[in-house]
């Protein structure tokens, strides 16, 4: 439907105006609000954005890193500091869209997209909400739907050990393109065992999200192929992935532990 | 990028003084392409232009009740709703132009629907997303139809009527059969005698062309009661001419500006937007422009169609193939548009670019309540071909020999007769799969190195021999449950009979063309290529070293055996 | 329908129009000013052909609101020049990096905005630069080596 744009200055109007009408769409880089606009989409009434300089702020030098939710995928690629994301930020789309698809926005991108928020989600991230606590990204992320109209200020998540977090994502097109599935993780060593992995997937479900299972059959486990058998046999469990034009979910299910695997002992052909 | 040319090959057959073959020569429209001034249909600015948008059916198979209007007709924006009621002609096929089929399918639907996505009434607005919204607004009540998405369960007695036209689901061929036929030689004698009988089945999904630029149009009042049209079209004179029939309107009212195509790939010649376009433009008297967007070129921009192969190959342990057997499927969707005629083309083609003595084939063109399918680059060939190409591969692993050297001793060369009764020329299978196996780094034996598409053709190999003739698959018996095998005709060759078009048997009353009526020897081409061989070709495995006649030894893959 | 007014510059130029709110910067480019350079492919943003610099930054205009770029400025294939004297432009012409031409615009601009940043760039670079514009009839290879070309010669077309 034709739709009434709204600026305001804060991320907190933005949240009010937001929560104020039904119809209203919080629109941050605009990769999946203007592509239902293009194409006539009824449920759109108001997009209401801001021009809060807090939406850009990057605080990568410490421990703990905080990214804007306004930060874009370009952004990400041109700090230094936050190499360890410079290959999710560069798989999604080309140089035109990383500079206006957002972190935020990646949250809460349909599948199957999502390939920041499961990397996010395996580094154990927070997200700071307008106008409330932050709380655990993995829960804003289930509990999506019920509370839509949260506008996320930042996320943030403590800095991850060198060579501890990983990423791989399956594409039909090179370099860039739509996932076949993503995952995401983060595997801390202690004394030659795995110990408090994280695991992430997208396009393995509605939603990205941790895979529980698998991380805790990694627990105490060695990294390598032996050790790995049990996560590997957990792979697909408790995923729900969907059938698109991309793959079925079976197939999807099908090849989870062969990049789980690839994942974990980096073996894999990219 | 650099090219080689084998000159060495054919060097007697050519003069080489060609002027622009060989060398690269620019495009004389790139300088247009590298400054973005390449005038597309959608790159010319109107004042007052009006946009249109298409309300589509969210069924597969629906009668339509109802279409309520009133609610989008006064919508802020809206110029006009159109529906079936006002196309003059609402009944058009793309290959009446030359006479091929019957009129089937409606540019806006009027009482049923039989895919989805089929439109049904169209909205003028003063922009896109008024227009959108009032498409929101056009109340529709459909109840919904059973549907078939799959070629074969459409062609069973009950399955759901999808095009009226052609009620037993089928394209009519020459009145007669529910089938494109193709006979030559004697199969069924020749499967019988073969050492080995390899069947497969082969199968193409649909394939969208996904041109960059959509499907689309633009059409303005001109003076003297002409109308302009700017189109994406890739057949501009194809278009004038559906339109000025869907229209009713003498083509010299016509105007069409073309030539500047976004992609199109087969996928820019149904000729449906310049219609709906200067539909819009002669009832609002404005320029009115329909340009799909990309989710509507990828549910109903018709797509190269699926298409289901069933090869039966007759084989002797020396890899000389003498019979082989086709029955395709195309799925042409709803609505025939170019499948049936894609069928002639395939039928042309078989038995791919082999001398095979006994070849017959039966080829339908199938209506199921999927996306109209149409032309895309060289169809009616590449589904075909691939099914060809993928059981020529199995054939060689069934009877363990190499799949170059089966192509090779199977090639045809120069003066052969093909089953279409035409003789083959300018042969050069043998010389590209001789580079192909060398640039390739595989070897090949030397007897197979030393053939050539100019030697060892023609002769006994032109003869059109005896063939088999029926009259099997009448229109509607199919359907009606009736698929028993009719009475078989031997007809002879007929000397000179080498320029004959068609492969189809003799009508009823022909009867003084049936000759040898007992079933003549399966013919065998005269002087088949011999590789020497210094050792027996390997024992087939599993199999018999002659079957029983009509015991076919199995299925040959299991992705042969694999159905949806 | 509410319209607001918009400032901006294009390819140097200072314009000023009025547009419909929620509208995309391509109408506003293509029916808008009148620059009909940038394609409607998509309007998904997935298929680049719409492609533009937004201050030098490659940019969808499809998927960009337009009253985002107030004050900015941008560029498209409209601001080359009209005889194909770019190098970028007699590279494309010179290695058959078009067919239909429809992706083209796009492609010139996601390769500017490559060689502004990184005037040397390897293969997997102008991969990457050029991942998210599809084209249909080349195949590719003729346009990364059109890009190579200007980027390893500084400029000017082979021929």
């Known amino acids: 439907m034709t739709v009434t744009v709204q600026c305001v200055p804060t991320v907190a109007e933005a949240a009010r105006a937001v929560a104020h009408d039904r119809s209203a769409r919080y629109f941050g880089g605009g990769t999946l609000l203007m592509r239902a606009v293009n194409e006539g989409a009824d449920n759109l009434g108001i997009l209401v954005r801001t021009t809060d300089p807090d939406l850009k702020r990057i605080t990568s030098s410490g421990p703990t890193v905080t990214l804007g939710a306004g930060v874009t995928m370009r952004e990400v690629l041109a700090d230094p500091a936050l190499a360890f994301l410079h290959p999710v930020a560069r798989t999604i789309g080309g140089p035109a869209l990383q500079a206006q698809a957002t972190v935020g926005g990646n949250l809460f991108a349909p599948h199957p997209y999502g390939d920041m928020a499961a990397a996010l989600l395996a580094l154990d991230a927070e997200a700071a909400c307008a106008g409330g606590p932050s709380r655990p990204l993995a829960d804003l992320l289930r509990d999506t739907g019920a509370t839509g109209s949260q506008v996320v200020r930042s996320v943030s998540f403590t800095r991850p050990e060198a060579g501890t977090f990983r990423f791989r994502k399956v594409t039909r097109v090179r370099p860039t393109g739509a996932p076949v599935l993503a995952l995401a993780a983060s595997i801390p060593v202690v004394a030659g065992r795995i110990s408090g992995a994280r695991i992430a997937w997208s396009a393995m479900a509605p939603r990205p999200l941790r895979a529980a299972e698998t991380e805790r059959a990694l627990e105490g486990c060695r990294l390598d192929a032996a050790g790995i058998v049990g996560a590997l046999a957990a792979a697909a469990r408790g995923l729900d992935p969907p059938d698109d034009a991309l793959a079925s979910g079976w197939y999807r299910a099908e090849v989870a532990p062969v990049h789980l695997r690839r994942l974990l002992l980096e073996d894999g052909e990219d | 990028m650099t090219v080689e040319f084998r000159k060495d090959l054919f060097a007697d057959e050519r003069d080489d003084d060609l002027v622009e073959v060989g060398k690269p020569t620019r495009r004389q429209d790139i300088l247009g392409h590298v400054t973005g001034r390449s005038p597309f249909y959608d790159d010319h600015l109107f004042e007052g232009l009006l946009h249109m948008r298409c309300v589509r059916s969210p069924h597969h198979h629906a009668r339509i009740r109802s279409i309520d209007t009133s609610q989008a007709e006064r919508m802020p924006g809206v110029a006009r709703v159109l529906t079936g009621a006002d196309v003059p002609n609402n009944l058009n096929t793309l290959l009446g132009l030359m006479d091929f089929g019957r009129d089937d399918e409606p540019l806006l639907s009027t009482r049923k629907v039989a895919y989805r996505g089929e439109p049904v009434a169209a909205v003028i607005a003063d922009s896109e997303a008024r227009a959108n919204d009032a498409v929101a607004e056009v109340r529709v009540s459909w109840e919904e139809l059973p549907c078939v998405f799959d070629v074969e369960e459409a062609l069973a007695p009950g399955a759901p009527v999808v095009n009226d036209t052609y009620p037993n689901n089928s394209f009519d061929y020459h009145d007669t059969y529910d089938h494109q036929k193709l006979r030559f030689g004697d199969v069924e004698s020749a499967l019988a005698s073969a050492d080995r009988v390899i069947e497969g089945c082969y199968e193409m999904s649909p394939i969208e062309q996904a041109p960059i630029e959509t499907n689309g149009a633009i059409a303005a009042p001109e003076t003297n009661g002409r109308f302009v049209c700017y189109t994406s079209t890739q057949a501009l004179f194809f278009s004038l001419a559906t339109a000025s029939k869907l229209l009713d309107l003498p083509s010299n009212r016509l105007h069409f500006i073309g030539g500047t195509v976004g992609g199109g790939f087969g996928g820019k010649v149904d000729s449906i937007v310049e219609p709906m376009a200067l539909l819009g433009c002669m009832l609002t008297g404005r320029p009115v422009r329909f340009a799909w967007d990309r989710a509507e070129e990828m549910q109903v921009g018709a797509p190269r169609g699926a298409e289901r192969w069933y090869l039966t190959d007759g084989v002797m342990n020396d890899g000389r193939i003498v019979a082989r057997r086709f029955t395709g499927y195309f799925d042409a969707g709803a609505y025939t548009r170019l499948s049936s005629y894609a069928i002639i083309k395939a039928t042309g083609h078989l038995p791919g670019p082999y001398t095979i003595p006994n070849v017959s084939s039966d080829i339908l063109c199938v209506f199921t309540n999927r996306t109209p399918a149409t032309a895309m680059r060289g169809f009616g060939i590449t589904g075909v071909d691939f099914a060809i190409e993928s059981h020529m591969d199995v054939v060689a692993h069934e009877i363990g020999m190499d799949p170059v050297e089966l192509r090779i001793l199977n090639a045809y060369r120069d003066g052969d007769m093909k089953p279409h009764r035409r003789t083959a020329k300018n042969c050069a299978l043998i010389e590209c799969a001789q580079v192909a196996a060398q640039k390739a780094g595989w070897t090949i034996g030397d007897a197979f190195n030393a053939m050539a598409s100019t030697r060892e053709g023609g002769g006994e190999r032109a003869a059109i021999p005896p063939t088999v003739t029926d009259r099997d698959g009448r229109i509607g018996e199919r359907r009606a449950g009736r698929t028993g095998r009719g009475e078989r005709r031997t007809i002879a060759p007929t000397p000179g009979q080498d320029t004959a078009t068609s492969g189809t048997p003799a009508r009823s009353g022909d009867a003084a063309n049936y000759a040898h009526p007992a079933a003549a020897p399966p013919w065998q081409p005269g002087a088949v290529p011999q590789p020497p061989r210094t050792e027996e070709a390997p024992p087939a495995p599993q199999a018999p070293r002659t079957p029983a006649p009509g015991r076919y030894s199995r299925f040959a893959t299991n992705a042969g055996l694999r159905r949806r | ?159």
Do not use: W
């Open chain 3, 1 to 159: 329908m509410a319209r607001k007014p918009l400032q901006f510059r294009l390819n140097g130029a200072e314009k000023a129009v009025f547009v419909e709110d929620g509208a995309n910067l391509l109408d506003v480019l293509r029916r808008g000013v009148g620059d009909l350079t940038a394609k409607r492919g998509c309007a998904q943003g997935g298929c680049g052909a719409c492609t533009v610099l937004i201050d030098g930054v490659p940019g969808l205009s499809c998927l960009t609101l337009a009253e985002t770029v107030e004050g900015r400025s941008v560029a498209t294939a409209g601001g080359l020049p009209g005889d194909g004297s770019h190098p970028l432009q007699e590279a494309f012409m010179a290695h058959f990096a078009a067919q239909c031409g429809f992706c083209t615009p796009g492609m010139l601009m996601a390769a500017t905005a490559l060689l502004e940043s990184t005037p040397h760039p390897d293969r997997n670079q102008v991969v990457h630069a050029l991942s998210g514009n599809i084209c249909r009839c080349t195949g590719y290879e003729p346009i990364i080596a059109a890009v190579l070309d200007v980027a390893g010669e500084g400029g000017g077309g082979r021929s």
